[in-house]
């Protein structure tokens, strides 16, 4: 099945794309089943957790402990549980690192 899928998704890029396809070199294809046993991600769920409104922004992993900040001094989050939530984006990490740095320079403050 994974398999028909890759090739399925390969064809309908290269609809699109001509020669997409002649540009693949290799391919790897996880169902929510092997994202869930390799990555422990439940369901196949890359976003940890609902996009729901009352887990978005502020709220994401959970109220009172958005902004990449844990709930102990110096834990910093980031990752698919954190906003914007999963995918190949990294942005969960830059916007942690930023408060990091935020929250040094206050420290520095005079």
Known sequence: MKQEVEALMIATVNRH???FAASVI?????SPLD????F???G???FHGSLALDQLFSARP???H???RGPLKGLYMCGAGTHPGGGVTGVPGHNAAREILRD???RMEP
């Open 17 to 19: 794309a001509p020669n």
């Open 26 to 30: 290799a391919r790897h294809a996880l």
């Open 35 to 38: 994202l869930e046993r390799e």
């Open 104 to 106: 040094a320079r206050r």
């Open 44 to 46: 196949g769920d890359i």
């Open 66 to 68: 958005g902004h990449y």
């Open 62 to 64: 959970v109220l009172g």
């Open 40 to 42: 422990g991600l439940i």
